[in-house]
């Protein structure tokens, strides 16, 4: 089993920056990808951000390319998330998740995070 503690999140005004925190515990060796995810009222969560623990290599969203940031600390068992210029249209709940080891799909999940951009 895999745990995920989020951290960071809150309200900014446009243009503003955040960063996300995401601490795992638990079965950390299985983890092959973590990332975070957003997700809007009555919609389906949706990739945001993802890292390889053991490449670094990242993907992001058409969305947030060149503002969005995500980065990993190993040895913390850490991944981040870094949200420069922020738009109203970033407003979600974030959720970071973690895809382990020959699973077919992400079953671990933190527990949100809310993120307000305001005009």
């Known amino acids: 089993q895999v745990n995920l503690i989020e951290s960071g999140g809150g309200s900014v005004q446009a243009g503003g920056s955040l960063r996300l925190s995401c601490a795992a515990s638990?079965?950390?060796?299985?983890?092959?990808?973590m990332g975070w995810f957003r997700q809007d009222p009555g919609k389906e969560r949706r990739i945001v951000a993802t890292?390889?623990?053991?490449?670094?290599?990242?993907y992001y969203a058409d969305s947030v390319k060149g503002r969005f940031t995500i980065s990993k600390d190993n040895a913390r068992n850490t991944v981040h998330l870094r949200m420069n210029s922020l738009k109203p249209e970033d407003t979600a709940v974030y959720y970071c998740?973690?895809?382990?080891?020959?699973?077919?799909?992400?079953?671990?999940w933190g527990q949100g995070t809310q993120v307000t951009v305001s005009s």
């Open positions: 998740g973690a895809l382990e080891i020959g699973r077919p799909q992400y079953d671990s």
């Open positions: 638990g079965r950390t060796g299985s983890i092959h990808i």
């Open positions: 890292i390889a623990l053991n490449t670094g290599s990242p």
